[in-house]
Every structure is written in structure tokens, then in C-alpha cells.
């Protein structure tokens, strides 16, 4: 697959950092940096629905670039939602301000299942291949650009439930009621995930991340059969298609949010991913005990730090540095950055992860 004459890339830190060689400074980028703590995203965000920017590629191109113009950065994530893929395999998915995703139609119980379609991805979200092309030649090869996409439990969550839960009951009440149909369903979600990445990847990805934001509601047992399992697959598969297209593999980051430390240590030994993502409850040195020297961690200041004063933030970010030592090590908060976080606040983080 050709390069498709991409700007020759000038900041490689993350993707040195994944690959576990040294860096001068330390990489970072943030969850959810492109969104509403920016006043130039809400303005846009006024005049346009969520999910047009999305399926825009000036538009979704103009918002992944708003952070990588305002802070310095090491790392841009391309603009999109977890939830495309849901929408692709035909459930309606609103974004309903001041309340997030709605489902409106979720899956009630196994009989629902063939309402969903298998997309031809290729076409179904082509746009997000196309935003991702547009993207890396607009970035003029500033710094990598991240392509991403939902776990397949976090996407079953949605999926099932209608929107957002504090409890994932639903949708746990299907892993232990109808365990076959479960598989059933997430096996068809990670079938159109590794088309997702490969295409993401042969659109100009250079780096790609997996969400599993519904890590939380898994103990060690089931995070192993429904989470890990598939997160396997995932990088299997993406691989070996790259492998067959002839298009270089890209590092992995897995970020399963909420797992705790025995599910971080058992993903770190099988998963297979260059990067593990850890949230904001988990210590670093013990991560790091637990993972190993050859894998390379991603995180984790809690998200609400950024509330404290400057000075504070910046001396956090600069002890989050040290904790996790500048080898493999990729600074990032511990989840997306709040809708209201103060930008001086972002800036003193960022400054402060460069300062060590
Ligand atoms: O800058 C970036 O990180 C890239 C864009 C991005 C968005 N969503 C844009 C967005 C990314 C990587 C995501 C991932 C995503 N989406 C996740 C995984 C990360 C996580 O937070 O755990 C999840 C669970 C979703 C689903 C989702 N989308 C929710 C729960 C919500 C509502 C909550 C919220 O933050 O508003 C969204 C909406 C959403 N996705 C917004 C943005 C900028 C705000 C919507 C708006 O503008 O109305």
C-alpha cells in the first residue's frame, strides 16, 4: 500500500516511546483533547450536530487540529465517537446535549440481534478513513495521528443499555443470562472492529488506540472471557490483515479503564498490546511491578486535577513523570479531560511532563 506521500513526520516521540526507545522528553497527549474545554470546538460544535462533524472530513479535520494549534502536544487523535460503529451496524445513535449518547431502540434481549447488520466498512465509514487521510496531510507531519475505536464490551454496553449507566446492569445481566448470545454479539462487534482499524491504519494511522471505558464493571473472571479475549483478537487479526495488504503494522494502546491490577497484569503477559493505558487508581510503581519492563505504560493523572492551581498541576504532572520513570512511559490524564477544565490548567500539565 503506498504512503500515499504523507508529510515527513518531525516529532516521533510516542511512537518511540511505544516502541520502548529512549526520548528526549517525555511523549504526552490527552483524552478527549479535542472537545468542549475549547471555546473554538464549542463554537463549531453551535453550528453543527455531533455527528455531522464526525462524517465531515474538513470539519472533523478542523477539530482534531485545535489542539495540536493551541498546546504542544506530541500526539493528535483523529475526531470521531466510539459509538460509529453501533450506528454502522444500523442502531440510531443520538448525542443529546447535557445528557450524552441515546440509543433509542437498544437490544432488549438475544431475539434482537438480527436487527443488526454487518457493515461493509470500507463504505459504511469510509468517512472516517477519509477525515484520517485529510488529517495527516493537514498536520504537515507536526506530530502522529491516532486513529481509535470502542472495546467490544464498552460498544455491548451502549449497545444494550441505550445510553450511558452507572451500572452496566443490563448489559451484565446478558454476559451471565445468555453467555452464548453475548459471544455471539461481541464476536460480530470485533469482526467490524479489525476491518475498522485495518482501514484506519491504510487511511493513515500511525497509532491506534482501543477504549474499553467499561472496563469497570468486569471482575478479573469475566474480564478475561468477554474483555481480554477479544482485545487478543483484535491485535491478531489487525496484524495479520496489515500483514496480507502489505501495509506496516502501527503500535496498539489498549486502555481498559476500571481493570484492576490482576486484570492489568494477566492483559500485560496475553494481550499483546505495545501500550497499556491505565486510569487514575491505579499506583504507577506498582503498575510497572505487575506489567514488566517491556511494555510501555500510558496515563494517568485524575482528570479533576486539573481543578487544582497551576503551580500544583504542574508539580503533579512533573511527580507523575518521576513515578513512572521516562522509558516507555507515555503521559496522558487517567481519562478524557472534563468539558469545563480550565486551559491554564492543560497547559501546566503539559508543561510540566516536558519540564522532567
Ligand atoms: O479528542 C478526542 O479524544 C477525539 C474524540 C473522541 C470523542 N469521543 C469525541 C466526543 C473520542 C476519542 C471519543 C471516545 C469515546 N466516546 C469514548 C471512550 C473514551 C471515554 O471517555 O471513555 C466513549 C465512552 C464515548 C462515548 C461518548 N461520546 C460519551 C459517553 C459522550 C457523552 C459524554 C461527553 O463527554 O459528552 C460522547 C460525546 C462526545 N464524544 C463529545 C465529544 C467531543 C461531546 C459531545 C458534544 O459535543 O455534544
Known amino acids: 500500500m503506498s504512503e500515499q506521500n504523507f508529510p515527513r513526520l518531525q516529532n516521533d516521540s510516542i511512537l ?14 490527552i483524552m478527549r483533547q479535542a472537545g468542549r474545554y475549547l471555546p473554538e470546538f464549542r463554537e463549531l460544535r453551535a453550528k453543527h ?23 504542544p502536544l506530541d500526539a493528535s487523535i483523529i475526531f470521531s465517537d466510539i459509538l460509529v460503529i453501533p450506528q454502522a451496524m444500523g442502531l440510531v445513535v443520538e448525542m443529546k446535549p447535557g445528557i450524552g449518547p441515546v440509543l433509542p431502540e437498544p437490544l432488549i434481549d438475544p431475539s ?22 485529510l488529517t495527516r496531510h493537514s498536520l504537515q507531519g507536526k506530530v502522529p495521528l491516532i486513529g481509535f475505536t470502542g472495546a467490544p464490551w464498552t460498544l455491548m454496553g451502549y449497545m444494550i ?5 452507572s451500572t452496566m446492569a443490563q448489559a451484565r445481566i446478558w454476559l451471565y443470562k445468555y453467555p452464548e448470545e453475548s459471544h455471539k454479539l461481541l464476536q460480530m462487534i470485533t469482526d467490524v472492529i479489525v476491518d475498522y482499524l485495518v482501514m484506519q491504519v491504510k487511511a493513515g494511522a500511525q497509532l491506534l488506540q482501543v477504549f474499553e471505558s467499561h472496563g469497570d464493571f468486569l471482575n478479573t473472571e469475566l474480564f478475561k472471557e468477554y474483555s481480554l479475549k477479544y482485545f487478543k483478537q483484535i491485535r491478531d487479526k489487525v496484524k495479520e490483515k496489515l500483514e496480507i495488504l502489505n501495509v506496516p503494522a502501527v503500535p496498539m494502546i489498549a486502555f481498559p479503564k476500571g481493570a484492576n491490577l490482576d486484570s492489568i497484569e494477566i492483559f500485560a503477559k496475553e494481550a499483546g498490546y505495545e501500550v497499556i493505558g491505565l486510569d487514575w ?54 481519562h478524557g479531560v472534563l468539558p469545563d477544565a480550565p486551559i491554564p490548567s492543560v497547559e501546566a500539565f503539559i508543561e510540566g511532563i516536558h519540564s522532567v
Open 16 to 29: 518511540r516511546a511505544a516502541r520502548g526507545e529512549p526520548v528526549d522528553t517525555v511523549p504526552v497527549w
Open 49 to 71: 450536530d455531533f455527528f455531522s462533524i464526525c462524517q465531515t472530513p474538513t470539519l472533523a479535520c478542523e477539530v482534531t487540529l485545535q489542539p495540536i494549534k493551541r498546546f
Open 112 to 133: 434482537h440481534l438480527s436487527k443488526l447488520r454487518i457493515p461493509d466498512v470500507e463504505k459504511d465509514l469510509g468517512y472516517v478513513g477519509a477525515a484520517i487521510t
Open 161 to 165: 443499555q441505550g445510553g450511558g449507566s
Open 281 to 334: 487508581t491505579i499506583d504507577p510503581i506498582e503498575a510497572r511491578k505487575r506489567v514488566g519492563p517491556n511494555i510501555t505504560l500510558q496515563g494517568n493523572m485524575d482528570p479533576t486535577a486539573l481543578y487544582a492551581t497551576t503551580e500544583k498541576v504542574r508539580q503533579r504532572a512533573e511527580n507523575m513523570v518521576r513515578e513512572f520513570g521516562k522509558g516507555r512511559y507515555i503521559a496522558n490524564l487517567g
